[in-house]
């Protein structure tokens, strides 16, 4: 049992004696004036209307918009800048940033110093970023709604939440919308990423060099991009969703020994997925339908465990260029392939025969393209009938030795009511 020395106790007893709830008039300026008059733990409650005035939240206090008041910076850097401990915001509109990349002119914007700040229920408008972790440990960003720049191309916009050096931090449940990524990560550790809905981005989630973190249940809806780990170890990408992303649902760049499990991508344009040297992945559960191509290895990706997934529709399976065969299944079980047509006659769930989803004409089209026009050809069917009547002549590649008989749809799929 923990014990409190005496002056412990004295110590909160006063905290709790003198904090205090300020009611903060609507004037230019009221918030830093009581900011200055105020203690740790003290409470503002902001009326409701427009402060035309950037603040800094230097102490342990709470800054409370009660859902209708509006911190308007009209151009002047970061709107509110946290550099104390234990700071909370909430029910604020914050509008008007700064639009200097440089300085990383932000909505809310949390420095280094600034440990286990709460940033809750807030919405967030036209800001260069919305929020911006920056080296702020143990922070949680929760319940806000982000609304970026439309003014200026893509990648000249501020992304919706930045996170750079902050082990610890939490991003939960959160809206976000337009400006250029919707959650870009970089050099951090130990951080979830949960249940946060992201749309018409660049990239929904981009994480750079971020170490044994979660990107767990989001939802990724007409971006460019889904959901991209580069250069990253020990990262579990889980029972996340793409829906119309325009060029990938999940790409891992350089990633390693992570886990991609329960994921529902469907209709990326270009891939499902898209592996780049990317070595020792856990690939299981997920489904990849209406993809140009279901998942795409590259690069010496090796290694990895493909299991348990779904391969629905897709115009291309599997891209996957190799002299050897690679088996994708593991203790008799393989993954579902909407192409195969197979028997089960002990109706067991696994098909009776292995399941090949390239050939070697597949490998001639992927490196001659022109040789498209070809496909109908009774010289390309002869070579197909001959391949699947002999595999010894195949040349390599992914073998699927107990393909499923019917796919499993993951949870993730429940939490789009429809597709778009």
């Known amino acids: 049992?923990?014990?409190?020395?005496?002056?412990?106790?004295?110590?909160?007893?006063?905290?709790?004696?003198?904090?205090?709830?300020?009611?903060?008039?609507?004037?230019?300026?009221?918030?830093?004036?009581?900011?200055?008059?105020?203690?740790?733990?003290?409470?503002?409650?902001?009326?409701?209307?427009?402060?035309?005035?950037?603040?800094?939240?230097?102490?342990?206090?709470?800054?409370?918009?009660?859902?209708?008041?509006?911190l308007d910076g009209q151009g002047n850097g970061s709107v509110i800048t946290v550099t104390g401990n234990d700071v909370v915001v909430r029910g604020l509109t914050v509008v008007g940033s700064g639009d200097r990349h440089e300085d990383i002119d932000s909505g809310i914007q949390l420095k280094k110093t600034a440990k286990a700040p709460q940033i809750l229920d807030n919405v967030l408008l036209g800001n260069l970023y919305g929020i911006d972790i920056h080296g702020a440990k143990d922070s949680l960003v929760a319940g806000n709604r982000i609304e970026g720049r439309q003014d200026r191309l893509m990648n000249r916009r501020g992304n919706g939440i930045y996170v750079w050096n902050a082990p610890g931090s939490i991003v939960e449940n959160n809206d976000i919308q337009w400006g250029r990524d919707g959650i870009f990560v970089n050099s951090s550790k130990r951080n979830i990423f949960r249940n946060n809905q992201m749309r018409e981005l660049r990239f929904a989630?981009?994480?750079?060099?971020?170490?044994?973190?979660?990107?767990?249940?989001n939802v990724s809806i007409g971006n460019d991009l889904g959901f991209a780990v580069m250069f990253s170890?020990?990262?579990?990408?889980?029972?996340?969703?793409?829906?119309?992303?325009?060029?990938?649902?999940?790409?891992?760049?350089?990633?390693?020994?992570?886990?991609?499990?329960?994921?529902?991508?469907?209709?990326?344009?270009?891939?499902?997925t898209f592996l780049y040297n990317s070595n020792k992945n856990d690939f299981s559960d997920n489904w990849f339908e209406g993809c140009g191509i279901g998942i795409h290895f590259t690069a010496g990706s090796a290694?990895?465990?493909?299991?348990?997934?779904?391969?629905?529709?897709?115009?291309?399976?599997?891209?996957?260029?190799?002299?050897?065969?690679?088996?994708?299944?593991?203790?008799?079980?393989?993954?579902?392939?909407?192409?195969?047509?197979?028997?089960?006659?002990?109706?067991?769930?696994?098909?009776?025969?292995?399941?090949?989803?390239?050939?070697?004409?597949?490998?001639?089209?992927?490196?001659?393209?022109?040789?498209?026009?070809?496909?109908g050809s009774p010289a390309v069917q002869m070579v197909r009938w001959s391949q699947s009547a002999f595999p010894a002549l195949l040349p390599g590649g992914v073998i699927d030795s107990h393909p499923l008989m019917k796919p499993v749809r993951p949870a993730a799929a429940e939490k789009v009511e429809h597709d778009g």
């Not at 904090?19 to 733990?41: H, K, N, Y």
């Not at 989630?205 to 767990?216: A, C, Q």
């Open 233 to 272: 170890t020990y990262v579990k990408v889980k029972d996340n969703v793409s829906i119309n992303d325009r060029e990938h649902g999940v790409m891992l760049n350089y990633a390693n020994r992570s886990e991609i499990t329960g994921n529902y991508v469907k209709s990326a344009k270009e891939k499902c």
């Open 1 to 70: 049992m923990m014990k409190w020395s005496l002056s412990a106790v004295f110590a909160l007893l006063a905290s709790a004696v003198s904090a205090a709830d300020w009611d903060v008039p609507l004037r230019d300026g009221a918030i830093s004036e009581i900011l200055a008059q105020a203690e740790d733990g003290d409470v503002l409650r902001l009326a409701a209307g427009t402060y035309n005035e950037t603040v800094v939240l230097e102490k342990a206090v709470t800054l409370d918009g009660q859902g209708h008041a509006t």
């Open 205 to 217: 989630v981009h994480y750079m060099y971020v170490d044994r973190s979660e990107v767990v249940g």
């Open 303 to 375: 290694d990895n465990r493909i299991v348990g997934n779904a391969f629905v529709g897709n115009r291309t399976q599997v891209k996957f260029v190799s002299s050897k065969w690679h088996e994708w299944s593991e203790d008799g079980r393989g993954n579902y392939w909407s192409d195969n047509a197979a028997f089960d006659v002990n109706g067991d769930g696994f098909a009776d025969s292995p399941y090949r989803p390239n050939d070697s004409m597949d490998h001639v089209l992927w490196s001659q393209p022109a040789a498209k026009m070809l496909l």
